[in-house]
Protein backbone atom coordinates (compact mmCIF):
# COMPACT_ATOMS: atom_id res chain seq x y z
CA UNK A 1 0.00 0.00 0.00
CA UNK A 2 2.77 2.40 -0.19
CA UNK A 3 3.31 3.56 -3.88
CA UNK A 4 6.95 4.39 -4.32
CA UNK A 5 7.73 6.13 -7.86
CA UNK A 6 11.50 6.87 -8.67
CA UNK A 7 12.13 10.19 -10.44
CA UNK A 8 16.00 11.44 -11.62
CA UNK A 9 15.99 14.54 -9.95
CA UNK A 10 14.31 17.80 -8.03
CA UNK A 11 12.65 19.20 -10.79
CA UNK A 12 11.03 14.97 -12.18
CA UNK A 13 9.82 15.30 -8.44
CA UNK A 14 8.36 18.01 -8.48
CA UNK A 15 6.14 17.54 -11.50
CA UNK A 16 5.34 14.05 -9.73
CA UNK A 17 4.25 15.32 -6.74
CA UNK A 18 2.64 18.29 -9.06
CA UNK A 19 0.23 15.45 -10.44
CA UNK A 20 0.00 13.73 -6.98
CA UNK A 21 -2.23 17.16 -5.63
CA UNK A 22 -3.70 17.53 -9.39
CA UNK A 23 -5.42 14.36 -8.96
CA UNK A 24 -6.52 14.90 -5.38
CA UNK A 25 -8.51 18.70 -6.30
CA UNK A 26 -10.12 16.43 -9.67
CA UNK A 27 -10.83 13.71 -6.73
CA UNK A 28 -12.48 16.79 -4.17
CA UNK A 29 -9.78 17.20 -2.18
CA UNK A 30 -10.65 20.49 -0.08
CA UNK A 31 -7.62 20.43 2.58
CA UNK A 32 -4.30 20.10 1.70
CA UNK A 33 -1.25 19.63 4.27
CA UNK A 34 1.55 21.16 3.92
CA UNK A 35 5.43 21.13 4.93
CA UNK A 36 8.45 23.64 4.89
CA UNK A 37 12.06 22.73 4.49
CA UNK A 38 13.56 21.84 0.97
CA UNK A 39 11.83 19.07 -0.50
CA UNK A 40 8.76 20.67 -0.86
CA UNK A 41 9.87 23.75 -3.26
CA UNK A 42 9.44 22.40 -6.38
CA UNK A 43 6.02 20.90 -5.92
CA UNK A 44 5.22 24.43 -4.91
CA UNK A 45 7.14 25.78 -8.06
CA UNK A 46 4.95 23.88 -9.80
CA UNK A 47 1.90 24.43 -8.42
CA UNK A 48 2.48 28.09 -8.43
CA UNK A 49 3.13 27.53 -12.27
CA UNK A 50 -0.20 25.76 -12.85
CA UNK A 51 -3.51 27.17 -13.25
CA UNK A 52 -4.76 25.42 -10.52
CA UNK A 53 -7.02 27.66 -8.35
CA UNK A 54 -6.94 27.38 -4.28
CA UNK A 55 -8.84 30.18 -3.27
CA UNK A 56 -11.84 27.54 -2.45
CA UNK A 57 -9.60 25.32 -0.41
CA UNK A 58 -7.80 25.16 3.28
CA UNK A 59 -4.14 24.27 4.01
CA UNK A 60 -2.81 23.26 7.49
CA UNK A 61 1.03 23.28 7.74
CA UNK A 62 2.62 20.80 10.00
CA UNK A 63 4.93 23.06 11.96
CA UNK A 64 6.21 26.02 13.56
CA UNK A 65 9.08 27.59 15.37
CA UNK A 66 7.37 28.39 18.99
CA UNK A 67 8.30 32.38 19.50
CA UNK A 68 8.33 33.60 15.76
CA UNK A 69 5.41 35.16 14.38
CA UNK A 70 3.94 34.74 10.57
CA UNK A 71 5.77 38.10 9.79
CA UNK A 72 9.31 36.50 10.66
CA UNK A 73 11.45 35.98 7.74
CA UNK A 74 12.41 32.52 9.55
CA UNK A 75 9.40 31.41 10.44
CA UNK A 76 7.34 28.61 8.75
CA UNK A 77 4.27 30.58 7.74
CA UNK A 78 6.36 33.29 6.28
CA UNK A 79 8.43 30.51 4.44
CA UNK A 80 5.08 29.37 3.06
CA UNK A 81 3.47 32.76 1.95
CA UNK A 82 6.99 32.65 0.01
CA UNK A 83 6.59 29.49 -1.76
CA UNK A 84 3.19 28.96 -2.08
CA UNK A 85 0.19 31.42 -0.37
CA UNK A 86 1.86 34.60 -2.39
CA UNK A 87 1.09 33.69 -5.76
CA UNK A 88 -1.84 30.76 -4.73
CA UNK A 89 -4.19 32.22 -1.77
CA UNK A 90 -6.27 29.61 0.08
CA UNK A 91 -9.53 30.75 1.70
CA UNK A 92 -8.05 29.34 4.83
CA UNK A 93 -4.56 28.21 5.47
CA UNK A 94 -3.39 27.50 9.01
CA UNK A 95 0.06 27.01 10.70
CA UNK A 96 0.78 27.10 14.23
CA UNK A 97 0.75 29.56 15.71
CA UNK A 98 4.48 30.33 17.10
CA UNK A 99 3.54 34.01 18.81
CA UNK A 100 1.32 31.67 21.27
CA UNK A 101 3.68 30.78 24.07
CA UNK A 102 0.66 29.31 26.11
CA UNK A 103 1.54 26.09 24.54
CA UNK A 104 -1.72 24.22 26.05
CA UNK A 105 -3.82 26.86 24.36
CA UNK A 106 -2.01 26.93 21.04
CA UNK A 107 -2.17 22.97 20.21
CA UNK A 108 -5.85 22.02 21.59
CA UNK A 109 -6.72 25.38 19.70
CA UNK A 110 -4.33 23.54 16.51
CA UNK A 111 -6.22 20.40 17.20
CA UNK A 112 -9.34 21.65 17.09
CA UNK A 113 -8.85 23.19 13.70
CA UNK A 114 -7.44 19.87 12.63
CA UNK A 115 -10.86 17.98 13.40
CA UNK A 116 -12.64 21.10 12.10
CA UNK A 117 -10.65 20.66 8.61
CA UNK A 118 -9.82 17.05 8.18
CA UNK A 119 -6.89 16.02 5.90
CA UNK A 120 -7.57 15.18 2.45
CA UNK A 121 -3.57 15.05 1.22
CA UNK A 122 -0.88 15.77 3.14
CA UNK A 123 2.53 16.38 1.86
CA UNK A 124 5.47 15.19 4.32
CA UNK A 125 9.49 15.42 3.98
CA UNK A 126 11.64 13.52 5.54
CA UNK A 127 14.35 13.54 8.41
CA UNK A 128 17.49 12.43 7.81
CA UNK A 129 16.88 10.49 10.93
CA UNK A 130 13.04 9.15 10.05
CA UNK A 131 11.42 11.91 11.53
CA UNK A 132 8.07 13.52 9.91
CA UNK A 133 7.04 17.16 10.98
CA UNK A 134 9.11 17.57 13.94
CA UNK A 135 8.26 14.34 15.81
CA UNK A 136 11.61 13.12 16.24
CA UNK A 137 12.66 8.99 17.52
CA UNK A 138 10.84 8.60 20.32
CA UNK A 139 7.65 10.23 19.59
CA UNK A 140 4.05 8.52 20.81
CA UNK A 141 2.43 7.26 17.44
CA UNK A 142 -1.12 8.50 18.74
CA UNK A 143 0.87 12.03 19.47
CA UNK A 144 -1.54 14.82 18.46
CA UNK A 145 -0.13 18.39 18.27
CA UNK A 146 2.39 19.12 20.77
CA UNK A 147 5.61 21.23 21.23
CA UNK A 148 8.93 19.93 20.87
CA UNK A 149 12.27 21.19 22.66
CA UNK A 150 14.81 21.28 19.15
CA UNK A 151 17.76 19.35 19.53
CA UNK A 152 21.09 21.10 20.11
CA UNK A 153 22.32 20.58 16.31
CA UNK A 154 18.94 22.05 14.85
CA UNK A 155 19.44 25.14 17.24
CA UNK A 156 23.19 25.62 16.19
CA UNK A 157 21.92 25.05 12.36
CA UNK A 158 19.31 27.53 12.80
CA UNK A 159 21.80 30.18 14.44
CA UNK A 160 22.87 31.28 11.22
CA UNK A 161 19.76 32.49 9.88
CA UNK A 162 19.12 34.97 13.60
CA UNK A 163 21.21 37.92 14.71
CA UNK A 164 21.13 37.45 18.28
CA UNK A 165 21.66 33.83 19.69
CA UNK A 166 18.60 34.83 21.41
CA UNK A 167 16.26 34.88 18.84
CA UNK A 168 16.88 31.22 17.50
CA UNK A 169 13.77 29.18 18.79
CA UNK A 170 14.35 26.07 20.88
CA UNK A 171 11.03 24.45 20.75
CA UNK A 172 8.45 23.93 17.80
CA UNK A 173 5.23 23.48 17.45
CA UNK A 174 4.05 20.03 15.35
CA UNK A 175 0.94 18.01 14.48
CA UNK A 176 1.88 14.70 15.98
CA UNK A 177 2.42 11.43 14.13
CA UNK A 178 -1.32 10.40 15.15
CA UNK A 179 -2.43 13.47 13.98
CA UNK A 180 -0.30 12.84 10.52
CA UNK A 181 -1.42 9.42 10.05
CA UNK A 182 -5.49 10.65 10.07
CA UNK A 183 -5.29 12.82 6.54
CA UNK A 184 -7.05 10.46 4.33
CA UNK A 185 -3.79 10.82 1.84
CA UNK A 186 0.34 10.71 2.62
CA UNK A 187 2.28 11.87 -0.01
CA UNK A 188 6.41 11.99 0.79
CA UNK A 189 9.10 12.87 -0.68
CA UNK A 190 12.73 12.66 -0.33
CA UNK A 191 15.65 13.50 -2.30
CA UNK A 192 19.42 12.59 -1.83
CA UNK A 193 21.79 10.54 -0.41
CA UNK A 194 21.54 11.98 3.25
CA UNK A 195 18.15 10.21 3.24
CA UNK A 196 18.79 6.46 1.70
CA UNK A 197 19.01 5.31 5.00
CA UNK A 198 15.78 6.71 6.66
CA UNK A 199 13.68 5.98 3.44
CA UNK A 200 15.08 2.22 3.26
CA UNK A 201 13.90 1.97 7.33
CA UNK A 202 10.39 4.02 6.74
CA UNK A 203 9.50 1.67 3.43
CA UNK A 204 11.40 -2.17 4.61
CA UNK A 205 12.44 -1.83 7.96
CA UNK A 206 9.78 -2.94 11.07
CA UNK A 207 7.15 -0.50 12.49
CA UNK A 208 9.18 1.32 15.44
CA UNK A 209 9.58 4.55 17.02
CA UNK A 210 13.03 4.74 16.20
CA UNK A 211 11.65 5.70 12.84
CA UNK A 212 8.74 7.88 13.15
CA UNK A 213 8.14 7.37 9.05
CA UNK A 214 7.75 3.77 9.40
CA UNK A 215 4.02 4.26 10.74
CA UNK A 216 3.57 5.08 7.58
CA UNK A 217 3.66 1.56 6.13
CA UNK A 218 0.10 1.09 8.89
CA UNK A 219 -1.78 3.82 6.41
CA UNK A 220 -3.64 2.73 3.46
CA UNK A 221 -2.84 5.53 0.54
CA UNK A 222 0.59 6.18 0.87
CA UNK A 223 2.78 8.06 -2.37
CA UNK A 224 6.53 7.77 -2.23
CA UNK A 225 8.47 9.65 -4.26
CA UNK A 226 12.47 9.51 -4.10
CA UNK A 227 15.13 10.76 -6.53
CA UNK A 228 17.62 7.49 -7.43
CA UNK A 229 20.05 8.46 -4.44
CA UNK A 230 17.25 8.63 -2.33
CA UNK A 231 16.27 5.11 -3.37
CA UNK A 232 19.79 3.65 -3.64
CA UNK A 233 19.66 1.62 0.18
CA UNK A 234 15.73 -0.12 -0.80
CA UNK A 235 16.29 -3.68 -2.11
C1 LIG B 1 9.01 20.65 7.53
C2 LIG B 1 9.15 19.46 8.39
C3 LIG B 1 10.37 18.58 8.40
C4 LIG B 1 11.05 18.43 7.04
C5 LIG B 1 12.25 17.49 7.13
C6 LIG B 1 13.03 17.41 5.82
O1 LIG B 1 7.76 21.30 7.72
O2 LIG B 1 8.25 19.21 9.14
O3 LIG B 1 9.99 17.32 8.89
O4 LIG B 1 10.13 17.94 6.11
O5 LIG B 1 13.13 17.92 8.14
O6 LIG B 1 13.60 18.68 5.56
P1 LIG B 1 14.22 19.03 4.12
O7 LIG B 1 13.10 18.96 3.13
O8 LIG B 1 14.75 20.44 4.27
O9 LIG B 1 15.28 18.01 3.86
Not at 111 to 139: R, S
Not at 185 to 209: D, F, R, S
Request: overall charge negative.
Amino acid sequence: NMNVQIVSDKQAGGKAGFQVFEDALQNGAKVLGLATGSTPVTIYEQLVASDLDFSQLTSVNLDEYVGLSADHPQSYHYFMQQHLFNAKPFAHSYVPDGANLDAAAATSAYDQIIAANPIDLQLLGLGKNGHIGFNEPGTDPESTTHKVTLTESTIEANARFFDNADEVPRYAYSMGIGSILKAKQILIVAYGEAKAAAVAAMIQGPVTPDVPASYLQTHPNVTVILDDAAASQLD
